[in-house]
């Protein structure tokens, strides 16, 4: 008795059955908080193993959740064993709660039909109608979000106002609880019902998502006492055992690894460096002494300048560019050395890590696939630790470390989900990473600079460094000079009397030459009606649909730094990008971070859905007005919920909260809904574990998010490459900064064509053309900024 007090005694079991839905791990962490001393143990609903022992398996449990999931009940693909659950002896019985599609099993399994709603509800807020009975007793007022494409007929009379609250001829065994009375399309849908003599019961709507009031806890907690008293009564408790408590809050899998938990494996010190690490310490000679200088600027001094007067623009280097937006603070540009700078790169379709440790060695390997490469750059990361920093260093965001690019395919493979075969076409990398040494960070709000290098006896290129950066000149604009104060001078009187420098023209004759191909209008509509397909059967609840515009200039040499500078004087936005690294070259002027986290453990995400294009009478107040329409909450909300499953997946539940829902921010061309999710991590390892387990980014997906990338995947035909992938840092000290490659160009280092992607989520509530609109609204973010020849800074 004395261990059992000590552990905390017996803890009840949960078995929660994943139909591979992307809200998963919300409802876990409900059930944790809600369900006193309960451990909630996940099998997914094709694992083969727990199939063949089911009937004794199902006896180490208190009780059964079935969640919510893609697809049909009557499909054996989208439900697996969730049917043979409904159908155990009364030996094997015991409490089972279905939600969603679980819910709509247990309907089908009792007589039901599941049928088509005349529209889908997808991210629908709504009032649910109870009797304040059975598991609804005592709980008040319900309102609940729906994510649901199909109804359980339970076969009552036609009309639009009936509601039964006794059991149908056609489902005797069936007792609705509650039902939506609100929706005047598909009439009353219901929302709720219980077996009349067996322990199931189910519930149409999500009691997880972050817009269901608290009466969705309270309903969760009447049903497990509910459960728990049937069990008493019937003798069904299992035996009393000794279980430890999980500590991170997230679902254990039965037959596997928690989600987020270790896995066993030896950390990189117990079990040696590999060949990336070993090299980036002996480069180091395995030490950091945090090199650097600071200096004092003007506050008008601005990010081209530097580049410029260092002569960088040519060079292979990485810049993270606030571009002057008021929300940015930062712009880090990281410095690659030929004969020091690490880089490594992975590509999906041959599955191989390539090494680039100087300027002839280059080695390749071949991997099982994109689970390999993130222990190689943990590794990297791991080898360099860094002093106690001082006050000023603590707010430094970046001290060195990788700096790249992970594309959307990545994303892809890491989520189990096979690229479109036209990937094979592409010789450009899906991860590509530069460890840097050097690097510089302008702070825009405290107006100073701070030049850091990693690397031993570095003194003389911080001075030269600092003393290039303390003599420039504060007179010129934020985009003047080409390479210096010399080419400033030269073209001074041109562009006085023409009011176009001659690098502007000089881009203007280029691109007037380009060869711009744009989705076709009819074809990206139909696009989104097959999306809408998708949706009303119950396969996704929200599907971003993305194109492609390309701009070709065969035979045209541009100078790709005057592109970039051109995007963001006319499209400036927080997370902007200059990259040239390896064979890739990226122009783009985000305004989406995907994931921030800090040394300190905490977490950000920012996920952007729902878009208002500035214009002539698009007022701040008729913008706010049409993004808080119910289409637009429901995009914003559907990621919302899938983004909190995928950071708790990672940290728990009880680790994860959401600061902000659905506050519209405003750009440069555009009013955007903007809401944040954020958490506390374990230790800095474990940022690298968020960002690798939240891929693809699921503003770019939809939800769930598998299904929904391979029905995309499908629809489009086409890679994405690195648009609707993630740019970004991973300093030694933990931190980690990602945005999502949105209004961004791109092309291969040997490639004149350069790829704009641009796309938005398709709901039920979506039109076609409305769609389409939107995405060229995206897209002329992009393409209107470059063509456009001189705005004003």
Request: aromatic share 6%; net charge negative; glycine share 8%.
């Amino acid at each position: 008795m004395a261990i059992a007090g000590r552990l905390g005694g017996r803890r009840h079991r949960i078995l929660f059955v994943d139909a591979f839905d992307s809200f998963t791990n919300n409802i876990v962490g409900l059930l944790e908080e809600s369900c006193a001393d309960t451990t909630v143990e996940l099998v997914h609903i094709d694992n083969a193993g727990f199939q063949k022992t089911l009937e004794s398996r199902i006896d180490q449990f208190d009780a059964v959740v079935v969640g919510p999931g893609p697809g049909h009940p009557s499909n054996p693909d989208d439900v697996g064993f969730i049917n043979r659950l409904w159908q155990l002896g009364e030996e094997r019985m015991l409490p089972i709660l279905g939600i969603c599609l679980g819910f709509q099993s247990l309907c089908f399994a009792h007589g039901a039909t599941v049928e088509k709603l005349a529209r889908a509800r997808h991210g629908i807020v709504n009032r649910v109608t109870h009797q304040d009975d059975d598991i609804f007793s005592g709980i008040g007022d319900l309102e609940a979000t729906q994510y649901h494409s199909l109804r359980a007929n339970l076969g009552f009379a036609a009309g639009d106002d009936h509601v039964s609250w006794t059991p149908s001829e056609t489902c005797p065994d069936l007792q609705p609880l509650a039902w939506d009375v609100d929706d005047e399309l598909n009439g009353p849908i219901v929302m709720g019902v219980r077996h009349t003599s067996k322990p199931f019961w189910g519930v149409q709507f999500h009691p997880e998502s972050i817009c269901t009031n608290k009466a969705g806890k309270a309903l969760i907690q009447s049903w497990w006492d509910l459960a728990r008293d049937w069990s008493r009564r019937n003798g069904k408790e299992v035996a009393p055992r000794l279980q430890e408590k999980q500590t991170n809050g997230t679902a254990h899998k039965v037959g596997g690894q928690s989600n987020g938990a270790s896995n066993g494996e030896a950390s990189p010190g117990q079990r040696g460096h590999g060949p990336l690490a070993e090299y980036i310490m002996s480069i180091t000679d395995g030490r950091v002494s945090f090199e650097q200088s600071v200096s004092k600027t003007i506050e008008q001094l601005h990010l081209p300048h530097v580049l410029e007067a260092l002569g960088l623009v040519q060079d292979q280097v990485l810049v993270l560019d606030s571009q002057g937006h008021p929300s940015g603070r930062y712009s880090i540009i990281g410095l690659v050395t030929p004969d020091k700078t690490a880089q490594v790169s992975y590509r999906v379709t041959d599955k191989t890590l390539r090494y680039a440790t100087g300027p002839t060695k280059q080695q390749s390997v071949q991997v099982e696939g994109i689970e390999e490469i993130w222990p190689v750059l943990q590794d990297a990361l791991d080898v360099l630790q860094p002093p106690t920093p001082s006050a000023f260093e603590k707010n430094i965001p970046f001290w060195g470390g990788f700096m790249g690019f992970v594309s959307y395919e990545a994303g892809l493979e890491s989520i189990d989900v096979a690229a479109h075969p036209s990937c094979k076409e592409s010789a450009l990398p899906d991860v590509s990473f530069a460890f840097i040494h050097r690097s510089i960070v302008i702070d825009h709000h405290a107006s100073n600079v701070v030049i850091q290098s990693l690397l031993p006896d570095d003194e003389k290129w911080l001075a030269t460094t600092s003393r290039i950066i303390d003599h420039l000149s504060s007179a010129s604009g934020p985009d003047e000079g080409t390479h210096g104060r010399d080419a400033k001078r030269r073209r001074t009187s041109d562009a006085v009397s023409t009011g176009v420098s001659p690098e502007d023209r000089f881009l203007d004759l280029a691109l007037a030459r380009a060869q711009v191909t744009r989705p076709a209008e009819r074809e990206y509509r139909e696009k989104v009606l097959r999306c809408q397909d998708f949706l009303a059967s119950g396969d996704s609840y929200e599907l971003c649909l993305t194109d492609e515009t390309t701009i070709a200039l065969p035979g045209e040499k541009i100078d790709e730094w005057d592109l970039y500078k051109r995007l963001r004087r006319n499209n400036p936005a927080p997370h902007g990008a200059f990259l040239r690294l390896g064979d890739m070259t990226v122009i783009g002027s985000s305004p989406e971070r995907f994931l921030r986290w800090t040394r300190e453990g905490q977490c950000q995400f920012r996920p952007i859905k729902g878009t208002v294009k500035k214009g002539p009478g698009m007022t701040r107040e008729r913008a706010h007005e049409i993004l808080d329409s119910s289409k637009e909450r429901a995009e914003n909300l559907m990621i919302v919920d899938l983004i909190r499953h995928d950071l708790s997946g990672v940290i728990g539940a009880d680790k994860t909260w959401v600061s902000k829902l659905m506050v519209v921010e405003e750009y440069e061309t555009v009013y955007q809904l903007v809401s944040v999710i954020e958490g506390e991590l374990p230790d800095k390892r474990a940022g690298l574990e968020v960002l690798k387990s939240s891929l693809p980014p699921g503003s770019m997906t939809g939800a769930p998010k598998k299904r929904s990338c391979e029905i995309l995947r499908d629809i489009e035909k086409r890679p994405r490459g690195l648009y609707s992938g993630v740019i970004g840092y991973m300093d030694i000290g933990g931190a980690g900064d990602f945005s999502v490659v949105i209004r961004t160009a791109f092309r291969g280092s040997k490639d004149s064509t350069w790829r704009v992607g641009a796309g938005g989520a398709v709901t039920i509530q979506s039109t076609d053309e409305a769609e389409f609109h939107e995405m060229e609204t995206k897209q002329s973010s992009v393409l209107a900024s470059l063509f456009q020849q001189h705005k004003k800074p």
